[in-house]
């Protein structure tokens, strides 16, 4: 059985890097602290991500010289405010993991600038970077796979905390338990292995490695998109809690665009390596002013078994992101393109994004002032009947 979450855990993640335990066991000295950057006021930009590309070559022959490239990442900007919940949506292969790996260095960019509280962390080495690790941590999506199955958990949750210069194993050993009693498990958890918990309690176990070294920045990479549905409710409340106890910001990245509604601020879509629209939650799911991002959420199930919501179905596959078509990268797959007659200015013309008039957010759509209530349901209206009953069943 997974552990109830705690509501009221007491605070006991050290602020800027320094731990609460005596100066004896883990003063700024022994942990390596280097100037690090003040966290800006609620509200401002924490990270500024400006044109980041992240493209990985493709080799072949027998030179193994590079003969394509995939544009995994391909010219992303957003900012991430400090508080708040950034969430990255998109189907699987639209590159939400790679960006979100580059905006940490876990990759390195291939071009691009990421700002993380007033620095370019782009323009520094690893060993000037190091420090920064401890604000900016990462949640994995695998909580089987992130786990060494060799280590006992004092050893996984402590490593990051070693690397970062607390030599004492005591005062990490005390550092770890209260991590874990943060997150809702037991504190003699520590000499257990990975493969003695539960798929939620792993999951747990790394939340509490990401939040021992006190960040203010964590990437959630589909934290609980491996987790059964019962656990998944209990794993985004904690996140939501250790959010509200520490002032916490996260760039979350999930394709399930319920959970998205539920837990976000702000949002992006993503599209074959670009972001397609971003506004709040509100702006996204009442009135979004993109055909992909409509598509999406005509995906979302209805709870209710009265009500038969039809899909909007989009036909074709996805283009590969080592040949991504010219001009609108979505117009190969848009309802909107086919309705309008098939403009060339899709086929010619990369649209950025813009700020839609009287919506608030942003949108990357030539004609996204054609979009209405009234045109998602003539192109529903006229689908065929075998790919509309193929869509509800999906």
């Known amino acids: 059985m997974d552990a109830t979450t705690p509501t009221d ?3 006991t993640r050290p602020t800027d890097g320094a731990s609460t335990e005596p100066a004896g066991g883990s003063s700024p000295t022994e942990m390596n602290a280097a100037p690090l950057p ?38 992303v900007d957003f900012d991430v405010r400090a508080g ?11 590159g939400k993991t790679t960006l979100g790996r580059s905006v940490l260095r876990l990759i390195e960019p291939t071009a691009g600038t990421i700002t993380f509280s007033g620095r370019d962390i782009t323009q520094i080495s690893q060993d000037e970077l190091r420090p920064l690790r401890r604000k900016m941590q990462i949640i994995f999506q695998d909580p089987f796979g992130s786990l060494n199955p060799r280590m006992p958990v004092s050893d996984i949750i402590g490593e990051g905390l070693l690397a970062q210069g607390m030599k004492d194993r005591k005062t990490r050993d005390k550092k770890v338990e209260d991590s874990l009693e943060i997150v809702g498990l037991r504190r003699e958890y ?13 999951q747990r176990i790394g ?81 979004a002013r993109h055909p992909y991002t409509i598509a999406l ?10 009500k038969r919501q039809q899909r909007l179905v989009l036909k074709g596959d996805v283009p590969s992101p080592a040949a991504p078509p010219a001009g609108c990268r979505f117009h190969t797959r848009c309802w909107l393109y086919e309705q309008l007659g098939k403009p060339e200015r ?19 759509c030539h004609f996204a002032e054609e979009i209405s209530e009234t045109a998602v349901r003539d192109v529903v209206a006229t689908q065929d009947v075998i790919d509309t009953a193929a869509g509800v069943e999906a």
């Open 297 to 306: 959420l005509s995906a979302i199930p209805v709870a209710d078994p009265r």
């Open 38 to 75: 003040e966290r800006p006021p609620l509200g401002e930009p924490l990270l500024q991500v400006r044109g980041l590309k992240k493209h990985f070559p493709i080799v072949g022959g027998l030179l193994k010289r590079q003969i394509a490239t995939v544009y995994a990442v391909d010219g």
């Open 9 to 11: 855990a007491p605070d």
């Open 346 to 364: 899709c086929t010619t013309e990369d649209p950025s994004l813009r700020v839609i008039e009287g919506t608030g957010h942003q949108a990357a």
């Open 84 to 94: 708040e919940i950034f969430s990255l949506v998109g189907e699987s292969g639209c």
């Open 190 to 202: 520590t000499r257990r292995y990975p493969h003695e918990f539960s798929g939620g309690q792993r």
């Open 207 to 287: 939340i509490a490695r990401a939040l021992a070294l006190s960040p203010d920045f964590i990437v959630c990479d589909e934290p609980v998109s491996a987790l059964d549905v019962s656990i998944q409710s209990q794993v985004l409340n904690l996140l939501l809690d250790l959010k509200r106890d520490f002032n916490l910001t996260y760039l979350f990245i999930s394709h399930n665009l319920s959970v998205v509604e539920y837990f976000s601020d702000r949002i992006a879509v993503m599209y074959l390596g670009r972001i397609v629209e971003i506004g709040t939650v509100e702006e996204i799911y009442r009135n």
